[in-house]
């Protein structure tokens, strides 16, 4: 696990992003329609080792192995990796940004704490969240 931190680390910048959605994302208030597996979205019990799921498939290489390597050493104490968000499209991190926009007030604030589809490490596969374990 710690391999795969200290990756995501490295690779991600640590510059606040801005606020700009890509041209692929309706404006603001207008819905797309629902977004699925084949844009990121992961169902519950994924773990780093399901390649038929996007999210996982589409990680950057390095990472996706150093995930799995940390997985395997944490098996053998009874823990299980399962990921709750990886790699996302950029239409669905645009998704998340425009929530955040409506739950914080404005774009300046949203893009606090939801990085936009040009800045995500999601979006370039550089990060994944492990979830609901002990891990």
């Known amino acids: 696990m710690t391999a795969a931190l200290g990756y995501q680390a490295l690779r991600s910048s640590p510059t606040l992003p801005t606020a700009t959605f890509s041209a692929a994302a309706p404006p603001l208030g207008e819905p797309r329609g629902?977004?699925?597996?084949s844009d990121g979205a992961v169902p519950d019990g994924v773990t780093v080792f399901d390649d038929a799921i996007p999210a996982v498939a589409k990680l950057d290489p390095d990472?996706?192995?150093?995930?799995?390597?940390?997985?395997?050493d944490a098996s053998d104490d009874g823990a299980e990796f399962y990921v709750s968000s990886g790699w996302r499209s950029p239409e669905y991190q645009d998704q998340?940004?425009?929530?955040?926009?409506?739950?914080?007030?404005?774009?300046?604030?949203?893009?606090?704490?939801?990085?936009?589809?040009?800045?995500s490490p999601h979006v370039a596969g550089d990060a994944v969240d492990i979830g609901h374990s002990d891990a």
């Open 96 to 119: 998340f940004l425009r929530e955040a926009v409506a739950e914080y007030g404005s774009e300046d604030e949203a893009a606090r704490w939801v990085a936009t589809a040009t800045t």
């Open 34 to 37: 629902p977004l699925g597996e």
């Open 63 to 72: 990472l996706l192995r150093a995930l799995r390597q940390a997985a395997t």
